[in-house]
């Protein structure tokens, strides 16, 4: 790439550059232009290339096999239309673990938000060691999914777990948390264990509120619920909305059921407790335990498209209520 | 505040002080909270199995065993699956930081038609849900015969990740215009002028870069589940799914030794980066 090594051409480019750009200084000449044109696609190849293949293909990859009977082993394999999709309609087991998913959705969502926003507003206040009360509330977000499922089971074990050990020291009977009907809360509680993530995308959204709109409600008499409603929460609303888009499509897709069920890997899907039998997983035992490529395929496109819906759902419900500062267009 | 307010007796300053006391309450309590889990973790593996089987709850090891330690490193090949996870998350960390740079350059600082519409694809794509592609993707790596290979993880790599290429490019697009002006007149073509002029000038993106895409890396656990042969797989597999005695049941107090040796480098990672992984995360969470 560089110009030393192709020496030969290097004067006749440098050339070619130079002519180049005295054109384009004197009327714009398209030498100059093209050659970024170019170079643009050059630099963008590696993504653009990488997400054809590596996305879109997959995604195409899909859509063909969910119109196929395709296991991996049967050479009989045939194309079977929308069979897949007729199947899938109605089988209860496609309406059950999407309810499942989406009421963790709805549970673990607003949740995470409301406590990432509240740990934000209370390490904003201005103490001495609020560095290391923001690095402490931080760290659990870091901590791998598999750390944080192996804590989890340890935490809520039926015998050894301290929940039980709380819970049976103040006179209450155990509870078989990792089973029905508990073991949904305890997947709630991983993902609220990781509201770190957004305790610190609020916390910078709440440092970009000027000053003067808080002095100013001070001034007006305002509390400070009022002036938490009525001024951080409508500057913050992009980052919600950011949030809440995010969390949602990770939430249908989380893999952590598997990662607290007694044995954790494709092979133990049925170990997972029925609370907990998200979509997802659904989705995984079709794949793993039963080979059915075709027709797992034609669930991940419905999913795909579900997600599509939701998100543009979620956009179009808050576009009157998300309160841009700055126009988001003009900042490119 | 009226003059009154600021006298050192006045329940103004009372109030404040009660309201410090509240605060710090709550502060403790909650870092306490958010600390337990990976407390018990520890505590778990501190213990003798004896003391997990019973009821009610031993709050404490009665003998700390810290050759728990030592076991859970002894009873599988930990060293080697380390190495596993230490290959594959620098091998895409670091080609995945380079390529989302590379990437970044060209959308920060370069124009040409269909720029606008593909830079919409790219931060839209950020929100496609990764585990739908995963699985065809995976379909697709076995019949490429890619499978107990680390070749997906080169191919990701070098695809670049949006998210990266969106921190690059919020960077480059900082930087001013004169930069490349000059290497333009001295006959520098755009692979120069990236390299030689605004690559060295990112370390600080860079450095989080490699942190944010070793952390992934070394935290996932779904992909080389699928992708690796257990000898050839990750830590993350293998703390997950190899304590288990002949009889089938879990070894629970190695296992929890295990993952906390298994979580802890990625600790110390994130508390020496600090800085640039927090930055890096509130700018994407911005847009």
Same mark, same amino acid.
């Given at each position: 790439?560089?110009v030393?090594?192709?020496?030969?051409?290097?004067?006749?480019?440098r050339?070619?550059?130079?002519?180049g750009?005295?054109?384009?200084?004197?009327?714009?000449g #398209?030498?100059?232009?093209?050659?970024?044109?170019?170079a643009?696609?050059?630099?963008?190849?590696?993504?653009?290339?990488?997400?054809s293949?590596?996305?879109?293909?997959?995604?195409?990859y899909?859509?063909?096999l969910?119109?196929?009977?395709?296991? %991996?082993?049967s050479?009989n394999?045939h194309y079977?239309?929308?069979?897949n999709?007729?199947?899938?309609?109605?089988d209860?087991?496609?309406?059950?673990?999407l309810?499942?998913?989406?009421?963790?959705?709805?549970?673990?969502? #607003?949740l995470?938000?409301?406590?990432g926003? %509240?740990?934000a507003?209370?390490?904003?206040? #201005?103490?001495q060691?609020?560095?290391l009360?923001?690095?402490?509330? /931080?760290?659990?977000?870091?901590?791998?999914?598999? %750390?944080?499922?192996?804590a989890?089971?340890?935490?809520?074990?039926?015998?050894?777990?301290?929940?039980?050990?709380?819970?049976?020291?103040?006179g209450?009977d155990?509870?078989?948390?990792?089973?029905?009907p508990?073991a949904?809360?305890?997947?709630v509680?991983?993902v609220?264990w990781?509201? %770190?993530?957004?305790m610190i995308?609020?916390?910078?959204?709440?440092?970009?509120?000027?000053?003067?709109?808080?002095?100013a409600?001070?001034i007006?008499?305002?509390?400070?619920?009022?002036?938490?409603?009525?001024?951080?929460?409508?500057l913050?609303s992009?980052?919600?909305?950011?949030?809440t888009?995010?969390?949602?499509?990770?939430?249908v897709?989380?893999?952590? #059921?598997?990662?607290?069920?007694?044995?954790?890997?494709?092979g133990g899907?049925?170990?997972?407790?029925?609370s907990?039998?998200? /979509?997802?997983?659904?989705?995984?035992?079709?794949?793993?335990?039963?080979g059915?490529?075709?027709?797992?395929?034609?669930?991940?496109?419905?999913?795909f498209?579900?997600?599509?819906?939701?998100?543009?759902l979620i956009?179009?419900?808050?576009?009157g209520?998300?309160?841009y500062?700055?126009?988001?267009?003009?900042?490119? | 505040m009226?003059?009154s307010?600021?006298?050192?007796?006045?329940?103004?300053?009372?109030?404040v002080?009660?309201n410090?006391?509240?605060?710090?309450? @709550?502060?403790?309590a909650?870092a306490?909270l958010?600390?337990?889990p990976?407390?018990?973790l520890?505590?778990?593996?501190?213990k003798?199995?004896?003391?997990?089987a019973?009821a009610?709850?031993h709050?404490?090891?009665?003998?700390i065993?810290?050759h728990?330690?030592?076991?859970?490193?002894?009873?599988?090949?930990?060293?080697?699956?380390?190495?596993n996870?230490?290959?594959?998350?620098?091998?895409?960390?670091?080609?995945?930081?380079?390529?989302?740079?590379?990437?970044?350059?060209?959308? @920060?600082r370069?124009?040409a038609?269909?720029?606008?519409?593909?830079?919409?694809?790219?931060?839209g794509?950020?929100?496609l849900?990764?585990?739908?592609?995963?699985?065809?993707?995976?379909?697709?790596?076995a019949?490429l015969?890619?499978?107990?290979t680390y070749?997906?993880?080169?191919?990701?790599?070098?695809?670049?990740?949006?998210?990266?290429?969106f921190?690059?490019?919020?960077?480059?697009a900082?930087l001013?215009?004169?930069?490349?002006?000059a290497?333009?007149?001295?006959?520098?073509?755009?692979?120069?002028?990236?390299?030689?002029?605004?690559?060295p000038?990112?370390?600080p993106?860079?450095?989080a870069?490699?942190?944010?895409?070793?952390?992934?890396?070394?935290?996932?656990?779904i992909?080389?589940?699928?992708?690796?042969?257990?000898?050839?797989s990750?830590? @993350?597999?293998?703390?997950?799914?190899t304590?288990?005695?002949?009889?089938?049941?879990?070894?629970?107090?190695?296992?929890?030794?295990?993952?906390?040796?298994?979580?802890?480098p990625?600790?110390l990672?994130?508390?020496?980066?600090?800085r640039?992984?927090?930055?890096?995360?509130?700018?994407s969470g911005l847009?």
């Amino acid at each position: 790439m560089t110009v030393e090594q192709v020496a030969p051409e290097a004067g006749r480019a440098r050339a070619d550059r130079t002519a180049g750009r005295v054109r384009s200084a004197e009327r714009g000449g #398209p030498t100059m232009t093209t050659r970024r044109h170019r170079a643009f696609y050059m630099f963008a190849s590696p993504w653009i290339i990488g997400f054809s293949l590596l996305t879109i293909a997959p995604m195409v990859y899909a859509l063909w096999l969910s119109f196929t009977t395709y296991d %991996g082993i049967s050479p009989n394999w045939h194309y079977v239309g929308l069979g897949n999709y007729r199947e899938l309609l109605h089988d209860s087991a496609t309406w059950d673990s999407l309810g499942r998913a989406g009421l963790f959705a709805v549970m673990s969502v #607003p949740l995470s938000i409301i406590a990432g926003l %509240g740990l934000a507003v209370l390490v904003n206040r #201005p103490v001495q060691g609020r560095g290391l009360f923001r690095t402490l509330l /931080y760290v659990p977000a870091v901590v791998p999914p598999v %750390g944080a499922g192996i804590a989890f089971k340890n935490l809520f074990d039926q015998n050894a777990g301290a929940a039980n050990g709380v819970l049976t020291f103040f006179g209450f009977d155990a509870i078989g948390w990792l089973a029905d009907p508990y073991a949904r809360y305890v997947l709630v509680m991983t993902v609220l264990w990781g509201a %770190g993530n957004i305790m610190i995308i609020s916390l910078a959204g709440l440092q970009d509120v000027p000053r003067e709109l808080h002095e100013a409600a001070r001034i007006d008499g305002a509390s400070a619920w009022r002036t938490f409603r009525s001024i951080t929460v409508p500057l913050l609303s992009p980052v919600l909305l950011f949030q809440t888009v995010t969390g949602v499509i990770a939430s249908v897709q989380t893999i952590m #059921p598997m990662l607290l069920a007694p044995i954790a890997s494709t092979g133990g899907l049925t170990t997972i407790p029925q609370s907990n039998y998200t /979509y997802m997983i659904h989705v995984f035992s079709e794949y793993f335990a039963l080979g059915r490529y075709g027709y797992a395929s034609a669930l991940l496109w419905l999913l795909f498209v579900l997600i599509l819906i939701a998100t543009g759902l979620i956009f179009k419900l808050t576009s009157g209520v998300v309160f841009y500062n700055v126009d988001p267009e003009a900042k490119k | 505040m009226t003059a009154s307010s600021l006298s050192p007796k006045s329940p103004v300053r009372f109030r404040v002080r009660v309201n410090r006391l509240v605060l710090y309450t @709550a502060l403790v309590a909650v870092a306490g909270l958010f600390l337990g889990p990976f407390g018990w973790l520890i505590l778990t593996g501190l213990k003798a199995p004896s003391e997990l089987a019973a009821a009610p709850v031993h709050w404490l090891p009665a003998h700390i065993q810290w050759h728990n330690f030592a076991d859970a490193y002894k009873l599988i090949d930990f060293l080697g699956y380390a190495r596993n996870s230490l290959i594959i998350a620098t091998l895409y960390a670091g080609l995945v930081t380079l390529s989302s740079a590379w990437v970044g350059f060209g959308f @920060a600082r370069l124009a040409a038609p269909g720029k606008k519409t593909l830079f919409g694809i790219l931060i839209g794509s950020m929100m496609l849900p990764q585990m739908i592609t995963l699985l065809p993707t995976y379909l697709i790596f076995a019949k490429l015969g890619m499978v107990d290979t680390y070749w997906p993880w080169v191919l990701w790599g070098l695809s670049s990740a949006p998210y990266l290429v969106f921190l690059f490019r919020q960077f480059f697009a900082g930087l001013p215009r004169e930069l490349e002006e000059a290497a333009i007149v001295d006959g520098c073509g755009y692979g120069g002028i990236f390299w030689r002029i605004f690559l060295p000038q990112s370390w600080p993106v860079l450095s989080a870069s490699f942190v944010i895409a070793f952390t992934w890396t070394w935290g996932d656990y779904i992909a080389p589940q699928l992708l690796l042969s257990t000898d050839r797989s990750t830590l @993350a597999v293998a703390v997950m799914t190899t304590y288990v005695a002949p009889s089938g049941s879990p070894i629970t107090n190695l296992q929890a030794a295990a993952s906390v040796m298994y979580v802890v480098p990625i600790l110390l990672i994130f508390l020496v980066a600090q800085r640039g992984f927090v930055s890096g995360m509130s700018t994407s969470g911005l847009k």
